[in-house]
């Protein structure tokens, strides 16, 4: 009855089982539009270079500017006996003017039809990706201008280490956020490559012009080996890496957000517009955002990974197997895109407790390295200072003081180079302050920074 468009050599149609095992159509009609744009290039390309008449080719174009119609409409009903996306079109194309329809596919495979549709599919979504990215390197340099002398705990191994400038901290995401951007723009750059007119594998006999399909679809280069064009699938591992290592970020940074909005750290505050409460425990607010975009680092990795698997020991050229490539990279771009815009969001409505973050870097020993340096700028070999100031550390614990609650003449004991104006020095603010080396802490350094920051994005 329903005779495959492929059915000629066959003598009894596939099991039902095969159709819905099969079928792609549930995911990639998605790519309805990059198909019917992609086939109209085609078409263009076939009519110019007399392989089809023109008359035929205005039927076909009519023909398939109406169904673009009413997929935008959504008045198409797809179906899975029909397989993908490619043949679902073949057939209402078919079903509205005849066997004329049959002419599109000259000089055409499916396989290079589903590597044009999917590159155009990528291609027309990284610019979004790399748009938001940059707003959200905006909203960095932002919120660092705000907080160049906001004084913070730094830490290593999650133990203080040294007074840094929250300024500070906010730019290295920055940094990040700026290398993922210039990995999606390079993406973009091995995605803008037409593998239409290869054909099957191997190219066809037809006087095709893979230049003029090229441009007209709006790819700047195109494949230079036929079986490389239908077999590719790198563009699409890019993004799924690239999209990790930002989702990756995004889950450090959303580890920083949750620990600093708990009771014990109190350094920031999430609005109420993007924390939610418990059905149970009337006092909470929940970081459920940050949470929620480190959880779904998961599935993005997994979709780099399932596809690493699926294209491991894939021999050249098409095989079925490719149809699995597509559902991640879909979803990854469902996740990354709303991670990214509400990621930025809620950093917009986070309130800095500067006064408990600074008051963090008082009580402890992160100035340490400031008595330690002192030494050493009074001629100290560094290691003996360290020696030393481990020493009075280990003192200071036993005592319950700090380093700079010690009266001189008990600093005096450990060294004779220690004179008054240490205090200044173990003071968190001097710490950062004097940090001005390049691309250190320093206030002059941070404002560098977001100086060198704003030229960039200018
Ligand atoms: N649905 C297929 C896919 O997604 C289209 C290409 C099929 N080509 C083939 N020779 N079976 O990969």
Redesign the pocket.
Known sequence: TNKKLWGGRFQTPTSQEVDQFG??IYF?QLMADEDITCSLAHLHMLAKTNIIDQADADQIEAGLKQIQKDVAAGNVKFSYEN????MNIEKLLTDQIGPVAGKLHTAR???D??AVDFHLYVKRRLPQVIDLLKQLMATLVELADQNVETIMPGYTHLQHAQPISYGHYLMAYYQMFKRDCERFEFNLHHTDMSPLGAA?LAGTTFPIDREMTAKEIGFSQVYANSLDAVSDRDFALEFLSNASILMMHFSRFCEEISMWASYEFNYIEISDAYTTGSSIMPQKKNPDMAELIRGKVGRVYGHLTGLLATMKSLPLA?N?D??E??EGVFDGFKTIIPSIKIFMHMLQGISVNKDKMYQATTHDFSNATELADYLAAKGMPFRQAHSIVGQMVYDCIVKHVNLQDLPIETMQEYSDLIEPDVYNDLKPEVAVQRRTSLGGTGFESVKHQIEQAKADLA
């Open positions: 079928a792609s990639d397989e993908d996306i490619h495979s499916r396989n039809q589903v099957a098409y079925k490719l149809q490539d597509k």
